[in-house]
C-alpha cells in the first residue's frame, strides 16, 4: 500500500466527520469533512508514519487542504 493509499484509509476510517468518500481530492477542510482536531491528528500521524516534522505554520488550506495536497507537502519536505 502506498503512502497515499494509506492517508487516504486513515482519514476515511479516523478522521472523516460525515459520510464523504475520501479521494486525493476530495476538499477536507472547506467542506467540513475534517475539522480542526483532525488536522492535528491527521498532522501527527503523517509525522508517526514518515518522521517528517510538519511545522505548525505549513498547516494551511495549501499544503492539507487534500490528500494530493498533503502528499505534495510531504514530498517536499523530504526532497528539501
Known sequence: MS???ALTRFIQDEI???E???DNDTD????GAVDSL???RITHWMEEQTG???DPGD???ENFQTVAKMTAYLDAR???
Do not use: N, R
Open 28 to 31: 477536507l477542510l472547506l467542506s
Open 38 to 40: 483532525g488536522v492535528i
Open 52 to 54: 517528517v516534522t510538519v
Open 78 to 80: 523530504v526532497s528539501a
Open 59 to 61: 498547516v494551511t488550506l
Open 20 to 22: 464523504v468518500e475520501v
Open 3 to 5: 503512502f497515499t493509499e
Open 16 to 18: 472523516v466527520m460525515d
